[in-house]
């Protein structure tokens, strides 16, 4: 096993992302560690936590996710379930319409869309590090990760006809029209039936 970084040109942080999607998207997140990342990598576990601070932060960097999960969850829940839709529903929208934030998006949807391995990422990644967190807040229930799929499903396909197909007059409708409109139909999916 190497110590610290490699000689020469490393190339060891895209080996240990290399190696760290395969096992993400075999193990899942729970049951992969940092240890076993490093080791398949052939380099000392303190160097994974050197190129991306945590698990979490070599997991966003796998799928290239560019906000931070618990920031978003906490934002969105705020004071709690009243008032949520409106939240999730003005993040979300925020980030696409952010160009920093956008792009990466744009990519990370693209390759879920063709690529099997990247898709198992995102879904667990918003399962386990966003949907969890909106689940307790509105109650949980049994039910609970079904409304958040379907609010989702709303917001994710409003995003793609916006920004990635670009059709009008949605494309270009301003940000606050957008999200009135979509609101209510987020807040009848959040609500448990």
Known sequence: M???????????????LRVA???????????TSLRAI????????????????????????????PVDPDDLARR??????RGMSRRLTRAFLELWED????????AVIRRAATQEESARLVREFLHERVY?????ALGGG???ALRIDFAMSQLIGLAVLRHVLRIE???????????????PVVTRHLRAR
Do not use: Y
Not at 25 to 30: H, L, M, P, Y
Not at 169 to 183: G, K, M, R, Y
């Open 2 to 16: 190497t110590r610290g970084r490699r000689p020469g040109q490393s190339g060891t942080r895209e080996e240990l």
């Open 21 to 31: 999607r395969r096992q993400f998207a075999e193990k899942g997140f729970d049951q």
């Open 169 to 183: 007059p949605i494309a270009s409708l301003p940000l606050d029209e957008v999200v009135e409109q979509l609101t």
């Open 38 to 65: 490093a080791r398949d990598a052939g380099v000392d576990a303190a160097l994974v936590t050197h190129f991306f601070g945590s698990k979490e932060g070599l997991f966003r960097a796998t799928i290239e996710w």
């Open 132 to 136: 969890r967190q909106l689940a307790v």
């Open 142 to 144: 049994e039910d609970a």
């Open 76 to 81: 969105i829940i705020g004071s709690g379930p």
């Open 99 to 106: 160009p920093p934030t956008r792009t990466p998006l744009l």
